[in-house]
């Protein structure tokens, strides 16, 4: 069965700083791989996809993936957060035939001002 | 195009209470999904169901019934509350496969309060 790991439930950065926030895959088929985004009291947003084309995938808000097979990682960046970023993130891998997604356990970002 | 929508927003039971939570979507979607988010666990699937009429197991499926008469809503009962299901609860759904986008788009929520 497929499963993502997220390193870190809390991530702290200053505004205008990197945001790096880390998830691992494990998937015995090549993966589809999913960033979520949820803002306080909200529903989850998708914030990009990787469905096995361009191992770069861009997604809204200015942030972006990275697919490496030989890491098994897709870490979510963006290069100069935001105060509006604040929010909880989640990784997620399809399960084909029945489109389960499994979730990650999400990490919090927090943004210094 | 309302989406995934959830009704109620927010319910308080009393314990061995029952309800059913309304989930419906107007995206002529095939698949439709709950889960439950509890603090550090992520997102949990309850049930789903690969169209009308259908329903299976998902993760966490004790204490809750699920049918999906119509293909586009999807109920989630608690036929006797428990403590343990104080949640905020997310309805999904999905086209078939083959179809894409692969993504699922998600309701706004159910908060939950068993006392």
């Known amino acids: 069965a497929q499963s993502v790991t997220q390193l870190g439930s809390h991530v702290s950065v200053s505004e205008g700083a990197l945001v790096l926030l880390r998830c691992n895959y494990s998937?015995?088929?090549?993966?589809?791989l999913f960033w979520y985004v949820q803002y306080p009291n909200q529903g989850l947003q998708l914030l990009l996809k990787?469905?096995?084309?361009?191992?770069l995938v861009k997604g809204i808000n200015g942030f972006e993936a990275e697919f490496k097979k030989s890491e098994t990682s897709f870490h979510l960046t963006k290069p100069s957060a935001h105060m509006s970023d604040a929010a909880e993130y989640f990784c997620?891998?399809?399960?084909?035939?029945?489109?389960?997604?499994?979730f990650g356990t999400g990490t919090r970002l927090t943004i210094i001002p | 195009n309302a989406g995934v929508t959830q009704t109620p927003k927010f319910r308080v039971l009393k314990t061995g209470q029952s309800m059913t939570l309304l989930c419906a979507q107007d995206?002529?979607?095939?698949?439709m999904y709950w889960y439950r988010q509890d603090p550090g666990m992520g997102l949990r699937l309850i049930h789903y169901?690969?169209?009308?009429?259908?329903?299976a197991k998902g993760e966490v499926p004790d204490g809750y019934n699920v049918s999906r008469l119509k293909k586009q809503n999807f109920l989630l009962g608690l036929e006797s509350a428990a403590p343990s299901q104080t949640s905020v609860y997310f309805c999904?759904?999905?086209?078939?496969?083959?179809?894409?986008?692969?993504?699922?788009?998600f309701g706004p929520g159910t908060r939950l309060t068993v006392t």
């Open positions: 999904a759904s999905t086209p078939s496969p083959g179809q894409g986008p692969y993504e699922q788009y």
């Open positions: 998937s015995s088929v090549p993966p589809y």
């Open positions: 990787y469905t096995s084309a361009a191992t």
């Open positions: 997620a891998v399809l399960n084909f035939g029945n489109e389960k997604l499994t």
């Open positions: 995206m002529n979607h095939e698949y």
């Open positions: 169901s690969v169209g009308e009429g259908t329903t």
